[in-house]
């Protein structure tokens, strides 16, 4: 097939604009591999250093459905007492119920790290599609 000196330039500019992306797929990947290794020691570390933290919250009278709604958002049942209260020659029976659940400690250093992988993973994903483009039009 005949083709023009500018279809011929325009090819070999879009190989060489694939050849530089590649390239940078490359090196990008190379940069992400350490450093996930470092996040993941890091928290590896971490979770064997850190001793649990809870957070309790105390409720009283508290139909099952409630329980099913503290459950989904994350409360384990840990206590349930009753007591009641005499006033006035009348009584009262209250249900006490206590929930707890773990509080995450996720140090800001960790947390811009792994913004910092989330940055380069979506760098390297904008290259490939580009590359896929010029790919296309090949």
């Known amino acids: 097939m005949f083709q023009s000196k500018e279809q011929r330039e325009l090819r070999r500019q879009r190989e060489e604009k694939l050849q530089q992306l590649s390239q940078q797929v490359q090196r990008l990947q190379g940069e992400l591999k350490p450093r996930r290794e470092e996040y993941d020691r890091r928290v ?3 979770a ?3 001793s649990d933290k809870w957070e309790y919250i105390e409720v009283l009278n508290l139909s099952v459905e409630g329980m099913n709604k503290a459950g989904s958002a994350g409360w384990e049942l840990v206590s349930v007492g009753t007591f009641d209260i005499i006033e006035n020659n009348y009584r009262s029976l209250f249900t006490r119920y206590v929930f707890k ?3 995450p400690e996720i140090p800001e250093a960790l947390t811009v790290q792994l913004a910092d ?3 380069v993973e979506r760098q390297i994903q904008m290259l490939e599609a580009e590359i896929e ?3 296309k039009q090949s």
Do not use: A, G, H, Y
Request: hydrophobic share 40%.
């Open 48 to 50: 064997r250093s850190v």
């Open 101 to 103: 659940r773990k509080v």
């Open 117 to 119: 992988i989330f940055e």
């Open 133 to 135: 483009q010029l790919k």
């Open 44 to 46: 590896e570390t971490l």
